[in-house]
């Protein structure tokens, strides 16, 4: 069966600084994909990254990366120069047609 | 404006009363889903449906019906309600329904659900 596990409930960054939220996944079908979502305080679900899991590069989307690690089964986000509107709440997920959530990361971002 | 609409935003039930949570979407999109998202828990699939006429239980489907009688709309049934079913649940759709989509998933913006 397909999992996605976020082990961090809450992370704290100063602003400007960057930060990592980590995602662990299992899956045994070879073709799938990886998404980041953030959910501010208002409720929205906000898209913020894809990866394929036959992309070859990270992918990158402005200040967000994801850290792919195909055999280590994790695909980390990484938030450069956060940003006071950063703080939220940010969930992994995986396709394989169907979409499964991680149980999210509370991030707050300090002055 | 293009997107999935949900309504109502907020609603109240009494225990045993029975509601539909309605969820529209205007840009073709083979796939729609239901989620509800409790605290800790992430966002869990309830159904989901790969097109008009096609409908599939997801990892929580118990307690909800639904059915997709067009491509633009997926209507969650709540028959019973019970305080369990105190959450808040989101419509997302997608083009394409695949083991790995580039697509990605529109989301509405969330039903608040209290059963009391």
């Known amino acids: 069966a397909q999992k996605i596990t976020q082990t961090q409930p809450g992370m704290f960054v100063q602003e400007k600084e960057a930060v990592t939220l980590d995602c662990t996944y299992d899956t045994s079908d070879p073709s799938y994909g990886l998404f980041w979502y953030k959910q501010p305080s208002s409720g929205e679900m906000i898209f913020l990254i894809y990866q394929g899991s036959y992309d070859q590069q990270n992918a990158t989307e402005g200040r967000y990366s994801l850290n792919f690690q195909k055999a280590r089964k994790s695909a980390n986000l990484v938030i450069s120069a956060s940003q006071l509107g950063d703080s939220a709440m940010y969930f992994c997920a995986m396709s394989y047609g169907k979409l499964t959530f991680g149980q999210g990361t509370i991030l707050t971002v300090h002055p | 404006n293009a997107g999935v609409t949900q309504t109502p935003k907020f609603q109240v039930l009494k225990t045993g009363q029975s509601m539909t949570l309605q969820c529209a979407q205007d840009m073709n999109h083979e796939y729609m889903s239901w989620y509800r998202q409790d605290p800790g828990m992430g966002l869990r699939l309830i159904h989901y449906?790969?097109?008009?006429?096609?409908?599939d239980q997801g990892e929580v489907p118990n307690g909800y019906n639904v059915s997709r009688s067009t491509t633009e709309d997926f209507p969650l049934r709540l028959l019973s309600a019970a305080p369990s079913q105190t959450s808040v649940y989101f419509c997302?759709?997608?083009?394409?329904?695949?083991?790995?989509?580039?697509?990605?998933?529109?989301f509405g913006s969330g039903t608040r659900l209290t059963v009391v």
């Open positions: 997302a759709s997608s083009l394409v329904f695949g083991t790995a989509t580039t697509y990605g998933y529109t």
């Open positions: 449906s790969v097109g008009a006429g096609i409908t």
